[in-house]
């Protein structure tokens, strides 16, 4: 795949890293699964309203009326971006894990028990789309099945001893293996119990056309570093009548309609849940980069992003002593996440080598998976390598070509562990 160009233009693409024997390179990121270099639009779109940022929604000024009108502007964009439905609430949060943790704290009571529902969550799942539920509520982890088959019956089963309370939180992408279960299936079972589900979109929706219109999800968390727009903002949307009934997220101004000394009344809608000053410069760049991914046919973006998983999966699959990490065989469509190990080094050396011989981004370690690498048997860990519009397919063939030449020759620098990190 040496010749395809990135699928659209991103900031820092033509960044010089050092090299252990003092020659530099260009980078090769292929870690956008943790943070996605921002989209050269984004950039341009927000140098552009910097200069127009003013108080958010507090302010008379002239400029605090362009900056409110940007913020509210972005959240439309945002909403419309996963295909919120009219009555959706859109809320800005920081990140995926932020929102995540807003909706655990919405999660209505039964009044048959008092207590929330139950919330079901498969093991292959990111700790931000875990640990929030098991905090909160009565959370079920299922162990995923050999196949997504098996995995989708278990969950059946499952909701069947689940009252109208439930929540099913699912991975749009699991950020290990880029596979998912089809979001359709597990939308039909849980509604068919009478239960909600959130989907988990930090992976997803940088990679593909969501709609919660479209699927019937009920809520939706992302994050903005992860969608070409700089760190800061991310979003959770969906069904208003949990969000405006839960305990507001935070407790400050903006997020009250009157306060006594001893009382006070909370706002519905968005601002209940957003207490201080809001990120403007983060949901003006979130927006952005919903507008700019929008503006391509999402066919395009998925056969660029194809391509190049695929070079890895068969290029990194066909090499000695390489296995590739997979939850399931018959799962569709996974995103640009591929995850190996290489026998005999540590996941941390191979990470290492990878950025001292060659520049090479990758990242390392358990992905903030623990339970799904532990059932693998990757409780060492593994390395990941990822890729999304801004990656061309010449660093995909270095990746390959570097780890051959490790397999084959060993690595060429002296590494060593400090302070648990794997350096030359
Ligand atoms: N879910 C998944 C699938 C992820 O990949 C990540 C980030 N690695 C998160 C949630 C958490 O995202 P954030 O750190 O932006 O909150």
Partial sequence: VDGIAPALPVVGADTLVPLVDGRRVPYANLDVAASAPALEAVADHVARVLPLYASVHRGAGYLSQVSTALYEQ??????????????????????????????????????????????????????????????????????????????????????????????????????????????????????????????????????????????????????????????GAGALVGRRDWLDAGTPYLAGGGAVKRVRVTETAWHDGPARHEAGSPNVIGAVALAAAADALRAVDPAELALHEAALRDRLVVGLGNLDRVQVVRCWDDA?????????????????????????????????????AHPLLGRLGFDAGAVRASVGVGTPGSDVERLIAAVAALVEHGPQAQYDVVDGLWVV
Wanted: overall charge negative.
């Fill in 74 to 231: 972005a959240r439309r964009t945002i909403g419309a971006f996963v295909g919120a439905r009219d009555d959706d609430g859109v809320i800005v949060t920081r990140n995926t894990t932020d929102a995540l943790n807003l909706l655990a704290g919405c999660l209505p009571a039964d009044p048959a028990t008092g207590q929330p529902g139950r919330v079901l969550v498969l093991d292959i799942e990111h700790h931000a789309n875990l640990l929030p539920w098991q905090r909160t509520t009565d959370t079920t982890v299922l162990t995923g099945g050999p196949s997504v088959a098996a995995t989708l019956a278990a969950l059946r089963d499952e909701l069947r001893e689940s009252g109208p309370y439930a929540l099913v939180a699912t991975t749009g992408a699991s950020n290990v293996t880029g596979e998912s279960l089809p979001v359709a299936a597990v939308v039909e079972a849980a509604h068919a119990a009478g239960a909600r589900v959130v989907l988990d979109g930090a992976q997803l929706v940088p990679h593909r056309p969501f709609s919660l219109a479209e699927t019937g999800v009920d809520y939706v968390a992302y994050s903005g570093h992860k969608t070409y727009a700089p760190y």
């Fill in 332 to 368: 569709v469509d996974p995103v640009g996440v591929v995850t190996f190990t290489v026998t005999g080094y540590d996941p941390g050396l191979v990470a290492a080598y990878l950025s001292a011989e060659h520049g090479i981004g990758v990242r390392d370690g358990r992905f903030c």
